[in-house]
């Protein structure tokens, strides 16, 4: 059975530092692994996705994400944060074969000016 | 593109009430879900479809909720009765068939339910 583990409910970073959003997975199989980002009464917007090649996976809005097999994690990560990228970050998986996203329970990130 | 499209965007009823909330997909997308977003949680899958066909319904409380997708476009989620758990976001998302893994999905604003 596949599942998403998010293991910070809350992240704070200073405007301008670098973030880490952290996510570890486990699966059947290959993963196909997601983040979406949900701003306050809107829906899930899609950041970027890994299915294979390289391990690192360039998305929107500056947002990077490195996939690790090994650790069985994707972490989230962006050089230099915005008050603007506050906002509830999921990470997704998709084990091979199953039809749907399976979602991690979420993290709030609070950029502080 | 016109994103996915949902109604109402806040319903609030009373525990034993029905309640129905309104999924139009983005244009082609055959692929058509329902996930429950109780509070301080990740979405759940409710109710997958393929065009008109139910694909994954096995975590939908049928005693209770039921869904359709007539046609192949719009779809309907209804809940009756409902319970004070119920209260929760309801969100669609849409994606062309057989692209999940491509380009995940496109999700709809959402429907915020209140039972009280």
């Known amino acids: 059975a596949q599942s998403v583990a998010q293991p910070e409910d809350q992240v704070n970073v200073a405007e301008g530092n670098p973030l880490t959003v952290k996510c570890t997975y486990s699966v059947s199989g290959n993963p196909y692994l997601f983040w979406y980002v949900q701003y306050p009464n809107r829906g899930l917007q899609f950041l970027l996705k890994?299915?294979?090649?390289?391990?690192l996976v360039k998305g929107s809005y500056g947002f990077e994400a490195e996939f690790n097999k090994s650790q069985t994690s994707f972490h989230l990560k962006k050089p230099s944060a915005l008050v603007s990228d506050s906002a509830l970050y999921f990470c997704a998986v998709r084990e091979d074969g199953a039809n749907n996203l399976f979602f991690g329970t979420g993290t709030r990130l609070t950029v502080i000016p | 593109e016109a994103g996915v499209a949902q109604s109402p965007r806040y319903k609030i009823i009373e525990k034993r009430q029905s309640v129905a909330f309104w999924c139009n997909p983005i244009s082609g997308h055959a692929t058509l879900y329902w996930y429950q977003q109780i509070l301080g949680q990740g979405p759940k899958l409710l109710i997958q479809f393929q065009n008109n066909g139910v694909v994954d319904d096995s975590q939908l409380p049928k005693d209770r909720f039921s869904a359709e997708r007539l046609k192949g476009v719009d779809s309907t989620l209804k809940i009756q009765p409902a319970k004070l758990e119920d209260s929760a976001v309801y969100l669609c998302?849409?994606?062309?068939?057989?692209?999940?893994?491509?380009?995940?999905?496109?999700f709809g604003s959402g429907t915020r339910l209140t039972v009280v």
């Open positions: 998302a849409s994606s062309r068939a057989g692209t999940t893994t491509n380009y995940g999905y496109t």
């Open positions: 890994y299915i294979t090649g390289d391990n």
